[in-house]
């Protein structure tokens, strides 16, 4: 496994996942259609804040999903989602280098279906 290092637009939120990126997602829930980022799943155990949780905002249901943006910039930074046992961090892949995504088209992740 690899480990990527993460960060908004402005730099003030800085995070890091291990994870082998070999698969992205795009959800079709109401929230993630107009904020239109490709998302990849990392377990919570492998994604590490570094910097910034100060600058984080929420927004969202804690019965389903938080939705983690920087408040200086703007950028949708991750997403905590509770799938019942097994938590884990949905990250904007577009945080990361642009050459992550090189090869790898996006599936559909059905979060409609989920609310």
Do not use: W
């Amino acid at each position: 496994m690899t480990t990527h290092q993460g960060h908004c637009h402005c730099g003030a939120v800085r995070f890091e996942m291990d994870s082998a990126v070999d698969s992205a997602l795009q959800c079709n829930c109401s929230f993630c259609i107009r904020r239109g980022t490709t998302i990849h799943r990392v377990p919570a155990d492998n994604f590490r804040l570094l910097a910034g949780e100060d600058q984080l905002n929420c927004y969202g249901s804690r019965e389903f999903s938080e939705h983690y943006f920087c408040r200086t910039c703007g950028i949708q930074c991750l997403s905590r989602v509770n799938f019942g046992d097994e938590p884990v961090v949905m990250v904007n892949l577009g945080c990361f280098d642009p050459d992550l995504l090189a090869g790898i088209e996006p599936s559909l992740f059905d979060g409609a279906s989920k609310l």
